[in-house]
């Protein structure tokens, strides 16, 4: 598979060979769709808690008599029917929400996003992309120079200079390889790999 290799103006200067097995991957949507959510599902944490009819603060007296009244019978306003009541399957703290998805399931995911970003000429690759201080006017002038506006730059490795000067930037993410995860591809309209982050994928993903 041969992917553009742009420079520093955002022109395709030549081609480079990169993996078929990466990049010229059939597009499974119904695994990229699993990869996805699964990924999200795995970041949420179990921190929401709802109270049961023995845990809401309530009076145990009875609020009014067994019959006579022509109301449904009652004997606690800690009811679950009631307003303010427990709820009758709360929500606990150590609730589980991750999802298992194979290594084999997960790479043949991610390998499909980057072949149909391929595809639809949203992938680029440049020699290096780095930044002389961590100052956001270079990083967004430099992709101004390039042509880019939303894009998630993957790197080999996290630079500092590129992070500082970037996360102020609501459209940029910056990413090692090691970090990069199906979310941010397919969230992201552009995505530049160094060429350097290119061969680490190749051999991650091997």
């Known amino acids: 598979m041969e992917l553009k290799l742009i420079n ?10 990169a993996s078929d097995a990466l990049f010229a991957r059939d597009f499974n949507e119904a695994l990229v769709h699993q990869v996805v959510v699964a990924y999200q599902a795995n970041a949420r944490s179990g921190n ?3 109270k049961d009819r023995q845990e809401v603060r309530h009076s145990t007296k009875k609020p009014f008599r067994q019959k006579g009244t022509g109301q449904a019978r009652a004997g606690t306003t800690s009811s679950p029917l009631w307003r303010g009541g427990g709820r009758i399957f709360p929500n606990s703290p150590d609730e589980n929400f991750s999802h ?10 991610v390998a499909a996003i980057l072949s149909q970003l391929a595809r639809e ?24 120079a390039m042509g880019l506006e939303s894009v998630l730059l993957i790197t080999d490795r996290l630079d500092e200079n590129l992070y500082l000067s970037s996360r102020n930037l609501p459209n940029v993410l910056v990413l090692g390889v090691n970090q990069a995860d199906p979310v941010s591809l397919v969230r992201f309209p552009k995505v530049l790999l160094t060429k350097s982050a290119l061969a680490k994928f190749e051999e991650m993903m091997a």
């Open 121 to 144: 000429d949203r992938l680029a690759v440049v020699e290096d992309f780095s930044v002389d201080a961590p100052k956001t006017k270079l990083f967004s002038q430099k992709l101004k």
């Open 8 to 17: 520093e103006q955002g022109q395709a200067a030549t081609t480079l060979q």
């Open 48 to 50: 929401r808690k709802q």
């Open 100 to 109: 298992k998805v194979n290594r084999k399931m997960y790479r043949a995911g």
